[in-house]
């Protein structure tokens, strides 16, 4: 008797008919088998293999570099169920219009089959996928992204119990291109796109816009949130989760090196893209990443910003839409040193520094085990995850919003977070810098209405007996010449101090109408080059500013209609009343 995954492996052959099919074991034999195909085939190149053992080069198609919102769906039985925040197709017209791209699409091709498991292997809270897919940089990257192979075969075993995503390269063509979501039957469809936001279907389509679904049906939060722990000179350990849109940093602050100045400190990595958090029985919020890589932005990556990513980059890694120098190493803008005389960019043509394009595509990658990073902690596979003390929520803000502050509780908490705001960035398709809302930073990957899952945070919060201190942080603000106010980076271990301070009751706080502020003694700037009048100016409260951004808010989550809690609009009430509207 075939199990239901023989059966659905079945019918999907029938639907797509591959010239074969090849069920992955994750094994490392075989990971090297497809690495050679593919360098044979001219998907993959091999990079200079003395200094970048075992790393190798892919160059996608140019239309094919980033996430594509706008071909995105949420496809829920209502449409208001995906709400405002999603493109919605009914189930059966999405069937019937990108099933008939799957079609036949994998003729000539190889079909494979990835089981994998979201979340350490013995924890209670992770999850299994099946992604079936033709291309076979999609299977490797899924074994550096997820605990793939025969692991996750033996959990699914007999049973129904996983989530299905099938992919197809199809033409990759942009016309022809669909990521299709149907949360209700746990089932994902990616066509036309060989991007890994598109197309590792564990990533974003199963951990965020499935797994949110899936979280307030069971009464967990799944999140773009990084997790890492703050080891303090005393030893003490506390864990802290931060949500930031795609491209402004998550990786970097996850395996952050305190600089010289902050003796004692350290930082430990958990997670750096994804955390799922459930309520443990001592009413704490506790996380899990549920991912096994790191599928990070290569561009302004270097030995300041991140040593620590630039040493787990230097083996086993994927690198893709990357420039390569004369020496076969890998190049793009923003690494260390000048850049070379002479190499090939991502597109596969000569560069100069002399010619206007850029070396390397703005969102170019690179796919790394996490178990390779240094900063990694030894908490990182705790099947029961680890206890979150903050919660931070940041944008991309070059005004109104302060360096740091602090929420007066966890309602007023979920109000900062689905007010933030942030300026796009190259991991999305379209215009970058222009601002967006972009709430909890889950604005494309909440897979239903936001407005149910601002309520949904508001009922975690009633469950938490101990939950969470929230803050909102923006690194990102600039002076009237364009300048940075804050250095950012490694020195941001100066903020994350303030947090601890306030989430252990041993640092005071001025209550402004926004939340509590630090006092300027609170952020210690020995050694900065940050005056008296720029730390004033990061930590003060521009009232005008806040009394007109109260109006876009409001019209905001006027489309939530019905559905936006009414603790939300009391929060928005509130905050016109404190700013004596
Ligand atoms: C990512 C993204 O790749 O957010 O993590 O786009
Ligand atoms: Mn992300």
Redesign the pocket.
Known sequence: MPTPLERWVEETAQLTRPKNIHWCDGSEAEYHRLIQEMTQAGTLSELNQKEYPACFLHRSDPSDVA?TEHLTFVCTRTKDDAGPNNNWMAPPEAKEKVGALFSGAMKDRTMYVVPYIMGPASSPYSQCGVEITDSPYVAVNMRIMTRMGKAALDRIGASDNYVKGLHSLGDLSPERRFIMHFPEERLIWSVGSGY??NALLG??CFALRLGSHMAKEEGWLAE?MLVLGIEDPSGRTTYVAAAFP??CGKTNLAMLVPPASQKGYKIWTVGE?IAWMHPGPDGRLWAINPEAGF?GVAPGTNSRTNPNVMATIRKNTIYTNVAVTPHGTPYWEGMDGPPPHEAIDWQGKPWTPDSVTKAAHPNS?FTTPATQCPSMSSEWENPQGVPISAILFGGRRASLIPLVYQSFNWQHGVFLGATMTSETTA??TGAVGVVRRDPMAMLPFCGYNMGDYFGHWLRMGQKLTNPPQIFRVNWFRMNAEGKYLWPGFGENLRVLRWVLGRVHGEVGAAETPIGNLPHPSGIDVTGLDVTSETLHELLTVDWKGWQEAIAGQKEYFQKYGERMPKEIWQQCEALEKRLGQ
């Open positions: 996430r890994g936001g990533k974003k773009h795609s491209a893209d599928f990658r991991a999305a």
